[in-house]
């Protein structure tokens, strides 16, 4: 038997880098996925193929002597054999939609799709418990890591989420298209974490007016996507840029793209760590081909849509 499970993608609406410092997010699902497959195996060892390469070794041996982009994987196979006192050892397939590295969670998104699927090998598990084995895998990749990504990937839709793991899940959805644009500039998370912090640790008082700053968006942002107000939101979105901007989290690359966006979306911003990756636009039916004609000039694009669905299981 196989189990199989996904997971969406993510973008953050609002309020990267802030949250770590106990601030709130904004996060968004969308309608790209990362999809596992998993069956267990007589070898005793834990095999994984996905586009970014092949790994096989030793259900013993630790994950940490695996390369980074295999360690969540190999933790939860690890994880699940071990709780369950399994001898079998696990083959696991990964298929994504969207590229790696670039600020759309697909690290989150592979965690909750792994958990899935494997723990799928091992009976039924809720959300919540699949989600708590996500959040630990993903702490062997990044380890100050918040779970909000993760906590997107799981649930879907629109989330408000705090570190502290205050969620809400917008109850009404805005109707609005993205327009997801990758600047092919492969970014470090850690790297650029790294430099966020040496800011605030250099300008502190600089830093905690953008937290109170950001605070007050975040809020205004909440209330203009329940009352689906897409000129607002544009606003408060290039506002948010401004902020990652006196961060230091931009670039020329990405302030370019995002000047191409000016005339034509409602708003853009960068998502995610930034220093490369992508960058979002909002738009509607009205605007949705220019943008993307604006910025397929130069830059690989793709529109998306809200994702309600979150994590999915099933076997085959």
């Known amino acids: 038997m196989k189990s199989i499970a996904s997971a969406p993608a993510k973008i953050i609406l609002f309020g990267e880098h802030f949250i770590v410092y106990g601030g709130k997010a904004i996060l968004c699902s969308i309608n790209k996925r990362i999809t ?23 259900k013993s041996d630790s994950y940490k002597n695996a ?15 071990e709780k369950f006192h399994s001898e079998s050892g696990i083959k696991i397939t990964v298929r994504a939609e969207f590229p790696s590295g670039v600020g759309l969670g697909s690290s989150s998104a592979c965690c ?14 809720t959300r919540e418990e699949i989600l708590k084995i996500a959040i630990d895998a993903e702490r062997t990749i990044f380890e100050n890591t918040s779970g909000a990504d993760c906590t997107a990937c799981v649930y879907g839709g629109i989330l408000e989420y705090s570190k502290d793991g205050h969620i809400r899940k917008l109850e009404l959805l805005p109707k609005f298209d ?36 950001e605070a007050g968006l975040i809020e205004d942002a909440l209330a203009c996507l329940q009352r689906n107000d897409l000129t607002k939101i544009g606003k408060l979105m290039t506002q948010n840029q401004e902020f990652l901007e006196k961060i230091g989290v931009s670039n020329d690359t990405l ?13 853009a911003k960068i998502t995610g760590a930034g220093d490369g990756g992508c960058i979002i636009a909002l738009a509607d039916k009205t605007n949705l081909e220019k943008i993307q004609s604006a910025l397929a000039k130069k830059y690989e694009c793709f529109s998306a849509k809200i994702d309600t669905r979150g994590l999915e299981q099933g076997s085959a």
């Open 255 to 267: 302030r370019s793209m995002i000047s191409l966006t000016k005339d034509v979306s409602y708003g």
């Open 178 to 213: 993205l327009v997801v644009a990758n600047s092919g500039i492969i970014h470090s998370t850690n790297k650029v974490v790294s430099m966020v912090r040496q800011f605030k640790d250099e300008r502190q008082e600089t830093f905690s007016s953008l937290c109170t700053q």
């Open 67 to 81: 390369d980074l982009v295999f360690r969540p994987i190999i933790y939860i196979a690890q994880k699940m054999l």
């Open 36 to 58: 596992v497959e998993s069956e267990l195996t007589k070898t005793g060892q834990i095999e994984i193929e996905s586009s970014l390469g092949k790994l096989k070794i030793s």
């Open 112 to 125: 909750v799709a792994a958990a899935g699927s494997i723990s799928g090998l091992f009976g039924n598990h």
